[in-house]
């Protein structure tokens, strides 16, 4: 029995390893150390992406709407916003979150309605249905990412944890169109 070779690099993704050295080869002055740690990352961040995809798929939501349904329950019980500022903090147009909630509304996520104090501003606001996915997406990226890092344990979790902080405040800082929100870090 013979055993398989591995696909050709064009066929299959480059392992770390083999993209860093074309790096390398191509970029003689590249840090190879600080390309496998950013390559990394780059992996694990899609990798997690796909994963989460995959679960809320698996509860009938798109990333889009668990995102209207986090900012939701961000804002605190009795999780209201209005769609101005749904918008403003998921970085919609006006229009695109209209779609977003007609969608929601449809599915039974959301409902709209119109504020009794004040009859020309409307009140979006989490349904049972909207709060128990979230609540199970929650529940399922729990064990997913309890899974993802149970390799790193105790003192290395916080170790890790400041690090990754650093390295994002210092993008945040850096590159002001990234949206970041360094407040959340705090």
């Not at 989460?52 to 509860?59: A, M």
């Not at 890092?149 to 690090?163: F, I, K, P, Y």
């Amino acid at each position: 029995m013979t055993a398989e070779k591995p696909a050709p690099a064009t066929e299959r993704e480059l392992g770390i390893a083999e993209q860093v050295a074309v790096y390398q080869r191509e970029f003689p002055t590249v840090d190879p150390q600080v390309e496998t740690i950013v390559q990394t990352l780059s992996r694990v961040a899609r990798r997690m992406t796909v994963a989460y995809g995959r679960q809320l798929t698996v509860l009938g939501i798109t990333s889009a709407e668990w995102e209207v349904l986090k900012a939701l329950v961000v804002s605190g019980s009795p999780y209201r916003l209005g769609p101005g500022e749904l918008a403003k903090r998921l970085g919609l147009t006006p229009a695109a979150m209209t779609h977003r909630i007609d969608r929601m509304v449809t599915e039974g996520l959301v409902t709209r309605e119109r504020d009794e104090a004040n009859r020309v501003r409307v009140i979006i606001e989490l349904t049972d249905v909207g709060r128990d996915k979230w609540l199970e997406s929650m529940r399922m990226a729990a064990v997913f990412e309890e899974e993802l890092l149970q390799d790193v344990v105790g003192e290395d979790r916080t170790v890790l944890s400041a690090m990754l902080a650093r390295m994002l405040r210092r993008i945040e800082e850096t590159q002001p169109d990234a949206l970041g929100r360094t407040a959340d870090l705090d």
